[in-house]
């Protein structure tokens, strides 16, 4: 397995779809590969990072004009 | 794995009934769909467009959209899919033309390789590992500041993607379902912004990490 391989398949790898043979091989290349190690735990990191940043709340001003439209069109 | 809010069993009856007494302009059924629905489609809004004032519009768009369309829905899974399909595209459109020009174009970001398929770049770059970093320290401070504007360079549809499977915790396919695209394509497009977004991030980050 290659490094471009291995970034190839990240995601797959991550959500554990990949057939046991192919995490054996991802894992021999890691094993030797200090790049795509780096690259791995960047990638997983960016992943739940991305995920907590994207987790916004709704202001309260935002919901109460909201509301205000919605019963001033509705009904 | 993600958990598929979409695939909830079919529409109970007090859905049904929350969704007409809405249409009738019922106060505490509007309050319930908001309950429900709002912090999703915000989030999502505000994924897509990066601007609170962009998100208000479309979040008043597409609740207006469900209160008047009220019972037409066939079942619960149609509702939650239904909102995640028009907010996108209502977000979508409204980007459209608005396109910063902070975009960077993608293949700039992704990792390149050598004819032998290993990666090829400053060493310092590749082996650069800032994973180790709390989350804490990661999303406060400058450390935000760059992640936000990592996250601003995507392009709108790639952020789509990224807030559907990753925030909102679909499934690929539920993904593919509501952009209209094939599961494959969800893969590449989501696998492609995470790629870049790691790639800016390593560049901001990365020299400090070592
Ligand atoms: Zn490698």
Redesign the pocket.
Known sequence: M??RD?IDVLDDYLDGRLERDEVAALER?LAE?E??RA?LATYRKTRSLGARAGRVEMPDEMKTRLRRFLRERVG | MPHGVIDSPAMTSDEQLLLSRAAAGDAGALEGLMGRYSARVYRLAYGITRNQADAEEIVQDVFLQLVLKGAGFEGRSAVGSWIYRVTTNVALNKRRGKRREVETPLDDCLPTFKADG??EGPRALLVADWSQRPDAELLSGEARQILDEAIDRLPEHYRAVLILRDVEELSNEEVADIVGDSVSAVKTRLHRARMALRELLTRRLGAEAR
């Open positions: 290659t490094c291995l290349h590969c790049a795509c690259y | 290993h990666r």
